[in-house]
């Protein structure tokens, strides 16, 4: 158990990896709540408690979100909204159906580019080295995703921000196009808002993102899409999407 935590597992994947792994182990069958109340008995008997800090949020409170900016960018060229969308990709039945956004460091002078999936929920992180600005996005995407089939590059879904003014060129890497929630509706992208929340974790507010090169962005995408997901049935989102080696 101290071992999964140490890579950052949940207390509620370890909860189910134990169910699956030792079926005839009962008495490790445990249930999420109890592992976090060992860990915040510390050493009355507990887990260490210092693994606290191997939870998502690094706190034993959760913290009411803030309501997002509402922007309403218009851009030059006419832009596809997400009534326009294929019904498909609200069944999640397929794979290729990606939600992005920014997460933005301080004053917005760095970011990191967040892509997921919304069946497999596998993510991808695009670097962003020189910048956030329309071009600079769009040179990201073209390098991060010019690799992935075609076949899994099929709707990307963002927000109305000015970072893709020029959607029209990401759209050349999407076949069914690309499509923008209303603004001030993050739920409309629950899953990389979810996820976004997630990478909270390795990628602090309030800390300069400039820090984290390609590689580094590399291994968390990789801590991320190689932990068992309750919605997945615990599996990875690297097995569903299918690059498991």
Known sequence: MQEKLEVEWSPEQIAAHLRMAFPDRPSWHLCHETIYQALYRG???GLNRRLTKRLRTGRPLRKRRRRSDQRRTRYVIPHQRIEHRPAIVTERTRLGDWEGDLVVGPMSKSAVATLVDRHSRYLRLIHLPNGHRADQLVTALEAALVSMSAGKRLTLTWDQGSEMARHDKVARLFSQGVFFANPGSPWMRGTNENTNGLLRQYLPK???????????????????????????GWKTSTDVFGLAT
């Open 43 to 45: 050493a009355r008997g």
């Open 206 to 232: 309030g800390t300069d993102l400039r820090v984290h090169d390609a590689a580094g962005l590399a291994v968390i995408e990789t801590k991320l899409n190689t932990r068992p997901r309750k919605i997945l």
